[in-house]
C-alpha cells in the first residue's frame, strides 16, 4: 500500500512532468524529450492509482483489458490518420476527455463514499458544486466537439446556423444550469444532477453550431480550454493535485490559443462565439466589383516567372490541405532551389482549421522548419521578393483588410503579398473566401490567376520546370 | 484556526494556471498543433478518477453503476492517452532542420 501523503507527492511529480512536456515545446528539438516527460507523468500517475487502490481481484483485471483496448484503439488511430485530418482528430478527442469527466463525476455522485465525499444523498456542498461544474463542463465539451468534429469532417455543413433568439435561448440555458446547481445543493436530489448533464449536452450543441469553418481554430483552441476546466473541476471533487494542475495548464494553455487566434483575425472573443460572420455582411461590399478583369495564367507562365526569380515566398492556406498538395509543394520547391531560387514559407496565425496546421503539413512533406516563417517574422520581405506563390489562401492576404474600414475584415492583420513583385495566385475559381469579400489582390497588374486545383497545378508546374 | 484543504487546492490551481501561461506563451507558434494533441493527452489523466471509481467497492460487487461509468471512463481515456502522445510523438518527429549535405 501506500500512504496519502506519500501518494500527493507522486501526483505532484507527474504535475510536474506534464509541466515541462508543454515546456519542451518552445522548440522543436526538446518538444520530443518534452513528449516523454508528459508520458512518464501519465504513467506514474495511473500505476501509483492502481497501486493505491490496492483492489487486484477481478476488477484489476477489467481495468488491464480496458487499458489495452483503448490503447489500442488509441494507437491505431495514432498511426493511421493524415496529418491533414489532424483538426477533426482533436476535436474528436477533445469530446472523449469531455466525456470521460462527465462519465467521472457520475460515478462520483452515485458512490461518494469512495471519494470520501460524503453519502449518497448527503454529499459535501463543496464537493457537490465542483462535480456539477466538472460535469457540467465536461458535458459541453463533449456535444461541443462532436459538432465542431462533424463540421471540420464536412459531415456537417461548416456554414453558420443561426436562428432567432440564439443568443438569448443559450443564455438562459446558462441561468437554469447556475440555478440547477444550486438547488442540487440545496437538496441532494438526483433529478437536479441529471438535469445539469442534460442541459449541458444541449449547451454544447448551440454554442457551437453558430460558429462558421474558418473560426474553427478559435473553437478548437476553446474546446482544448474547457477540456481543462472540467479535468480541473473533477480534480477538485476528487482532491487529486496531479488533475487540478494539468486542468489548469490545460484550460490556460487552450485559453491563450483561443486569444492568439482571434487575434490573428482582429476579433473579439464575443465575436467568434456568437458566430454568424460571413453571413450577414457579405452583401454591401462586393456587389460591384464583379467585372473586373484578371490577368489569366498557365503551369508555363508560373514555372517561367519562379524559375526566373531570385526569391520566392510560399504563402498556404486551408486550399493546400484540402487539396493534399503539401507533397507536391516541396517538389516544387526543390525544383526551385536546384535553379538557384530562394525559397521561404509564410504562415498566417489563422491559415488552416487550427493553430498551427499549415506546420504540421508542412511538416509532414519534410519541409524544414527553419524555412517556414510566421507573420512578423516575414512580412517585411514580401516587399524584396520576385514572386508570391499563394496557395489556398485568400483572405489573409486580402488588402483590403488595411485599406477599406467598411470591409468586415478591416484591421486584420494579412501578410504583404501584395508588395512582391509579381503574385501567383492558385484557386479554383474567382469566388471569395470564408469572411465572404472579394479579393482586391485577384484584379492587379501584378497578379496571375492559376485557375486549378492546387495540388494539379502545383505538379504542372514540377513538369514545366 | 485552521485552514480548509481546499484553500490549499485552490491556491496550486491558480499557481499552476500562471505557470500554463507563461509556458504556452514561450511554445513556439510551429508546435501549436503538436500543443494541442499533447495537452489532450495530459488532460486525460481524468483517468485517475476513473480507476478509482472503477476499482473502488467491494471486490465482489465491481459491477455497480457507479463502477461501470468508471470502467466507461477508462476505456475513453485510455484512448485520449495512448492516441494523444503517440500521435504528438509523430507530428513531433517530423519537424526537422534543414539538412548541410543536400542530396
Redesign the interface.
Known sequence: MISANLLAVFYLISGVLFILALRGLSSPETSRQGNLFGIIGMALAISVTIISVGNFSTGFLYLLILLLIGGSIGTYIAFKIPMTAMPELVAGFHSLVGLAAVFVAISAFLNPEVFNLGLPGNIKIASLIEMSLGAAIGAITFTGSIIAFLKLRGIMSGSPITFFGQHYLNLLLGIILISLIFYLCKTQVDTWFWTIILISFLLGILLIIPIGGADMPVVISMLNSYSGWAAAGIGFTLENTALIITGALVGSSGAILSYIMCKGMNRSFFNVILGGWGATDQSSTNKSKEQKPVKNGNADDAAFLMKNASSVIIVPGYGMAVAQAQHALREMVDALKKNGVKVTYAIHPVAGRMPGHMNVLLAEANVPYDEVFELEEINNDFANCDVAYVIGANDVTNPVAKTDPQSPIYGMPILDVEKSKSVLFVKRSLSPGYAGIDNDLFYRDNTLMLFADAKKMTEDIIKSL | MEID??IF??S???L??F???Y???????????????????????????????????E?GN?F????I???????????????????????????????KD?K
Open positions: 484543504p481546499f487546492r485552490f496550486i490551481f491558480i499552476s494556471i505557470i500554463g501561461y509556458v504556452v506563451w514561450s511554445v513556439t507558434p510551429s508546435l501549436h498543433t503538436p500543443l494541442m494533441s499533447v495537452t489532450n493527452a495530459i488532460s486525460s489523466v481524468i483517468i485517475v478518477g476513473a480507476i478509482i471509481a472503477a476499482l473502488a467497492g471486490a465491481i455497480d453503476t457507479a463502477n461509468f468508471g470502467f466507461l471512463a477508462i476505456i475513453l481515456a485510455a484512448v485520449n492517452i495512448f492516441g494523444g502522445f503517440l500521435v504528438t510523438q509523430r507530428m513531433l518527429a517530423m519537424y526537422k532542420k534543414k539538412k543536400k
